[in-house]
């Protein structure tokens, strides 16, 4: 089955920096990776996704690239601000090509910015 | 439109006592998934159903079972419970597409 990792499990930035979190994934049919963000307490939330069929994304302070060939795929966020501490969760599955749409996680990565 | 509606929001088990968590989704989603989620873990799928009348094991499917009712509700059930148990547990829907929708989460823990 899949198999996503995510690096680092901790990340700390200050505010207005640029903050980076790296997933790899094993199944190379996988076509579809979101990005979830879970504050304390709270349900993971999708913030950003991407599909096999484009190599980046962006959403204002947000960004998802995607190395097909490399199997790894990025989230950037850049000037980042107190609200966005939280952690973040990067995810992969198959989508609607087979094997169900399961979706694989990664273990996740705490990002705390820091005035 | 209220989703993906989880319950209970909490609850504290004796060790061997037996519940069961409901989900319900409004959305007409074929796919519903129960995932638990412990520190450092990240979120591990348990079970899932690809649609009505079909279940299928996840990842860590043992001491668990489940309902898929109807198209609306998918029920996790733990028979005996552990205290490898605790945790949050997390039930999701999903679009064609792969798009999550996530209730807001049982946290269990068994003493």
């Known amino acids: 089955g899949e198999n996503v990792e995510q690096h680092p499990s901790t990340l700390s930035v200050q505010e207005g920096d640029s903050a980076v979190i790296k997933c790899t994934y094993s199944?190379?049919?996988?076509?579809?990776f979101p990005w979830y963000k879970q504050e304390l307490g709270k349900r993971p939330q999708l913030i950003i996704d991407?599909?096999?069929?484009?190599g980046e994304k962006k959403d204002q302070r947000i960004a998802v690239t995607l190395n097909k060939t490399a199997k790894h795929f990025s989230l950037h966020i850049t000037e980042t601000q107190p609200e966005d501490s939280a952690v973040y969760f990067c995810?992969?599955?198959?989508?609607?090509?087979?094997?169900?749409?399961?979706?694989?996680f990664g273990t996740g990565t705490q990002l705390k910015v820091e005035l | 439109n209220a989703g993906v509606t989880q319950t209970p929001k909490f609850q504290v088990l004796k060790t061997g006592q037996s519940m069961t968590l409901q989900c319900a989704q409004d959305?007409?989603?074929?796919?519903m998934y129960w995932y638990r989620q412990d520190p450092g873990m990240g979120l591990r799928l348990i079970y899932y159903?690809?649609?009505?009348?079909?279940?299928d094991k996840g990842e860590v499917p043992n001491g668990y079972n489940v309902s898929r009712l109807n198209k609306r509700e998918f029920s996790l059930r733990l028979e005996s419970a552990a205290p490898s148990q605790t945790s949050v547990y997390f039930c999701?829907?999903?679009?064609?597409?792969?798009?999550?929708?996530f209730g807001q989460g049982t946290r269990l823990t068994v003493v």
């Open positions: 995810a992969a599955s198959r989508g609607v090509t087979g094997g169900g749409n399961k979706l694989t």
């Open positions: 199944d190379s049919a996988s076509n579809y």
């Open positions: 991407i599909r096999s069929n484009v």
């Open positions: 959305m007409n989603h074929n796919s």
């Open positions: 159903s690809a649609s009505e009348g079909t279940t």
């Open positions: 999701a829907s999903f679009q064609v597409q792969g798009l999550a929708f």
